[in-house]
């Protein structure tokens, strides 16, 4: 049963010092079967069962999914019975950083995972957002303002001539200054948040690591091993299915 198998990984992590994490914000693509984080780490495991062995479509998921996987989290994991075990080439799984677990009574890791560096975009910081939010909302403040200056302005210079002429020139002429104050100060505020942008963009691109792709490697496909179902016969996969677990030391 795969809720065994997972009750069993739980105890396991959480021996190593792992909290197990939400799987659901992860992209359907790459989502794992289980995930665990320790401190900074993140570690996602996929279930190979019985179950899994049957279904054609379960298990293409799963590999699909492992291939892709890399640039999400530090180590993966493909955890399975002792019984799959056997099917499965540890080479192959070493050769694409790709660790092994055999769950029985207990949990035996087999094959390391290899780590892996994950690709970040830095978060803006909750602080640069609310001041970011602060001047847009200054400027957008600014031209209702100044909207509302020029429909003033508009109706003294169509207005009726009256003996206060004089005095509605002194007044259309501070509204005027006015305006090019606050044209002034949404000009100032307009650079002060290009600036915050730039700086971020430069901060997000100096963190940025850059992930290499691993050269593409050819696998042979051999001979389908006893007991597996027909479909992998044409799969690539074929190696990591095929050897019958040649490097995990039998019990």
Same mark, same amino acid.
């Given at each position: ?23 659901? $914000?992860?992209? $359907? ?89 994950? *690709? ?39 207005? $009726?001539? $009256? ?62 091993? *006893? ?25």
């Amino acid at each position: 049963m795969i809720e065994d198998i997972e009750d069993k990984l739980r105890t396991y992590f959480a021996s190593e010092g792992y909290i197990e994490h939400p799987i659901d $914000q992860f992209p $359907q693509e790459v989502r794992p079967d289980m995930a665990f984080k320790r401190n900074s780490d993140l570690l996602f495991v996929y279930i190979i069962d019985l179950h899994s062995l049957s279904s054609k479509s379960v298990i293409l998921r799963k590999i699909m999914r492992m291939a892709a996987v890399k640039k999400h989290c530090n180590l993966t994991y493909v955890a399975v019975p002792k019984i799959v075990a056997t099917t499965l080439d540890s080479a192959a799984l070493e050769e694409h950083g790709i660790g092994m677990l055999i769950v029985n009574d207990d949990v035996r890791e087999v094959v390391p995972a290899k780590y892996m560096e994950v *690709e970040s975009k830095p978060a803006i910081s909750e602080e640069v957002k609310r001041k970011i939010s602060e001047l847009e909302e200054k400027i957008s403040r600014l031209e209702r303002a100044i909207a509302n200056m020029e429909i003033a302005i508009s109706r003294i210079e169509y207005a $009726q001539p $009256q003996p206060t002429t004089a005095i509605n020139d002194e007044k259309l002429s501070e509204i005027e200054r006015e305006l090019s104050k606050i044209r002034d100060e949404i000009l100032l505020l307009s650079r002060r948040i290009s600036n915050i942008e730039e700086r971020i963009s430069r901060e997000e691109e100096a963190k940025k690591i850059v992930i290499t792709k691993p050269p593409e490697i050819t696998i042979e496909v051999k001979k389908a091993a *006893e007991g597996l179902p027909s479909f992998f016969k044409d799969n690539p996969w074929l190696s990591i299915l095929s050897s019958r677990g040649k490097s995990i030391e039998e019990s």
